[in-house]
């Protein structure tokens, strides 16, 4: 009998293994910018329904020598900074690109965040110390509806203002926009993704959350509260709600009224700025996979989403093309392409491809 369960094991860990993408990266992409430009910081990644990508980055970031060309006088013969939403085909080639301030919304201290909804819309949010808004716009970059307003400190029970918000998604059947609020707050909190109606929101496991400091201890009970940065929430077709509990070192997953439904650990001994910076759904039908980018451990886990399983991994920290210096973001397009993005001085976007 043991020996059947040693060969059933050993089965089970050979097709778990057996359906991990091996990925390998692009060096060749995107292509080279035009007109001069440069990225900042790269906080935000998402893939629309036709597997172009869009970027969200922040001009503010770059140093007076990166910018060079954009100086009175200029200093250098490059470059420019780019504007902070840029969207590129899937060859790499920029389509679009436009954001910054504008009269009618407000914009933010630190860009943070993107995401294309099924209609064609594009959510963005911001981190910066009064950023308290998520912006919508079109395609183009016609400006939309605003949710929030410029605001400093944490309410996490608050429905009028957000709270540095890090990341959005939207379920498009219900026209709910779920936020992940963020790096003030402690909570996820949706709207009506026309009007910007509250709706309704809820902290860790699906409770009220409350502004309380918490000491993250990776050998003590698991935190009843989210703490700081509540970093991601991504939706899957199922109907289930991933949301990244970052410095806590953990997932937690829930339904879409906000009920609890588990929670997994993810490298639940690294401290700093937490393993759970970002997650991105598989793209196959029943999205079996989810990507976990890990910017405290710079690297990329290949999660088993019927359990949060760990089954491999690709990247380590450092900056050569495939390398990792706090990869913040990470989106999948329809063929299993993986696009990251690095923030601190690292400033830019990856592609990984699947291999044979």
Request: glycine share 10%.
């Amino acid at each position: 009998m043991t020996r059947l369960l040693l060969v059933a094991a050993l089965l089970f860990a050979a097709s778990a293994w057996a359906e991990v993408p091996r990925m390998q990266v692009d060096p060749f992409w995107p292509k080279p910018l035009p007109h001069n430009w440069i990225l900042g910081q790269v906080s935000g990644v998402a893939v629309d329904g036709q597997d172009n990508v869009w970027i969200i980055q922040r001009p503010g970031s770059l140093t007076a020598d990166e910018k060079g060309a954009a100086l009175h006088p200029p200093r250098s013969i490059c470059c420019v900074p780019a504007p902070p939403v840029i969207q590129f085909d899937p060859a790499g080639n920029v389509l679009r690109a436009w954001g910054g301030p504008a009269r009618g919304h407000d914009w933010f201290e630190s860009e943070h965040g993107i995401y294309v909804d099924p209609k064609g819309f594009v959510w963005v949010g911001g981190n910066g110390a009064a950023d308290a808004q998520v912006l919508k716009f079109t395609r183009e970059g016609v400006f939309v509806l605003q949710i929030g307003h410029p605001a400093r400190g944490t309410a996490s029970n608050d429905v009028t203002r957000l709270g540095r918000p890090a990341d959005v998604a939207v379920d498009a059947a219900a026209n709910e926009v779920f936020i992940a609020d963020g790096y003030g707050n402690r909570r996820v909190i949706v709207f009506d993704a026309d009007t910007g109606a509250y709706k309704r929101h809820w902290g860790a496991y699906g409770g009220r959350p409350a502004d309380v400091a918490q000491h993250y201890d990776p050998h003590g009970a698991a935190p009843r509260q989210f703490g700081t940065p509540v970093h991601c929430v991504k939706l899957a077709r199922d109907g289930l709600v991933y949301v990244c509990d970052r410095q806590n070192d953990r997932i937690q997953v829930f339904h879409r009224d906000g009920s609890f439904v588990s929670e997994w650990r993810i490298a639940p001994d690294t401290l700093g700025m937490g393993s759970v910076w970002d997650l991105a759904l598989g793209a196959d039908a029943g999205q079996s996979l989810l990507f976990n980018a890990d910017g405290e451990n710079n690297q990329v886990r290949i999660l088993r989403r019927a359990d949060g399983m760990v089954l491999g991994a690709f990247g380590r920290s450092g900056r050569q093309a495939g390398q990792f210096h706090w990869v913040h973001n990470i989106a999948v397009d329809s063929k299993g392409n993986v696009f990251t993005t690095e923030v601190d001085n690292a400033k830019r976007v990856q592609r990984f491809t699947p291999q044979p």
